[in-house]
């Protein structure tokens, strides 16, 4: 018999990117001390329904006890990517692409800019690629001038590096 797997199980074989922007770490900061706040608040809300009597049909009681259980395992989260966080300076060698630099690219023929972060800052919409994407390390350590082509979902892409800046 074939035992299922949950999506938690799968997530922790995940490897994580710990690689944050300054900003992003004073963002994760900000986020985890309002929820260290809002903690104490949560813990008073499940006690006071946990008077009311039965836990089995206790609704209540059920729904803000999976919320502290969420709160708590985001704060524990936060508390891990802080502790391991390796802050990202932009090197201010624009030689090569790094971590932290901004790249104007033409791709096949239309000019792209985006900036190199780690995966947890990654938005491409907003032209923040991550390292570990498949552009990201394509780029990693290509010069200016640099042409190279990516394949990607089947469609080859040519690139051209134009611009490296901080």
């Given amino acids: 018999m074939r ?4 999506k938690g199980e799968i997530e922790n074989f995940k490897a994580k990117d710990y690689s944050l922007s300054p900003a992003k770490y004073q963002e994760l900061e900000q986020t985890l001390a309002r929820l260290l706040k809002r ?3 949560e813990a008073k809300e499940v006690k006071r329904l946990a008077e009311m009597g039965d836990f089995s ?3 209540g009681y059920q729904l803000a006890k999976g919320r502290l259980r969420g709160l708590n395992q985001r704060i524990l989260d936060l508390e891990d990517m802080l502790n391991k966080a390796d802050i990202v ?3 201010n060698n624009t030689d090569s692409v790094q971590i932290g ?3 104007s690219l033409e ?3 239309v000019q792209k800019m985006y900036t190199i972060l780690g995966a947890s800052e990654s938005n491409p919409a907003a032209g923040v690629i991550s390292a570990s994407s498949p552009l990201g390390a394509a780029l990693l350590n290509k010069k200016v001038g640099d ?3 990516l394949e990607i979902n089947g469609n080859n892409r040519h690139y051209r ?3 490296i800046e901080i």
């Avoid at 035992?3 to 949950?6: C, D, E, M, Y």
């Fill in 89 to 91: 300076i932009p090197n």
């Fill in 101 to 103: 630099h901004k790249v």
């Fill in 57 to 59: 049909e206790n609704v």
């Fill in 147 to 149: 042409k190279f082509e």
């Fill in 161 to 163: 590096l134009n611009k």
């Fill in 107 to 109: 791709v096949d023929g």
């Fill in 3 to 6: 035992v299922p797997v949950r």
């Fill in 39 to 41: 903690r104490p608040q």
